[in-house]
């Protein structure tokens, strides 16, 4: 719904603002979803999020995480790791065209 959509952004805003708001959201997350404990997260320079695993291996995605996590026996094999949505893929087939970039200087 619209309310949650503003609910979000207003969150997503907040937390660019506050890193340590944005960290804990995403621990709450990505203990709602199943990933260990022994994760940490950070903010990078692109304020984004990014997931430690013990080993040092890092990702930038709770999915990423969780199939590293089975990968390394932090988690059963046959655990369910659901991935959000891709919101590059294009469901029509069809390719965008290229967008022309403006040229810095006098035209001639």
């Known amino acids: 719904t619209a309310s949650n959509s503003i609910s ?6 907040m937390n660019a603002n506050d890193p340590e708001a944005s ?3 995403a621990y709450v997350d990505a203990k709602a ?3 260990p404990d022994c994760w940490t997260c950070s903010i990078d320079k692109r304020n984004r999020r990014k997931w430690t695993a013990p080993t040092g291996r890092s990702c ?3 999915p ?11 988690l059963p094999s046959d655990f369910p790791i ?3 949505p891709n919101k590059r893929k ?4 069809k390719i965008p065209p290229m967008s022309k970039k403006k040229r810095a200087g006098p035209k001639t």
């Open 60 to 62: 930038d995605s709770i």
């Open 23 to 25: 960290i804990r959201a």
């Open 90 to 93: 294009r469901t029509d087939g």
């Open 33 to 35: 979803r199943g990933l």
């Open 8 to 13: 979000l952004l207003w969150h997503k805003v």
């Open 82 to 84: 659901q991935a959000g």
């Open 64 to 74: 990423k995480a969780l199939a590293i996590s089975v990968e390394l026996g932090l």
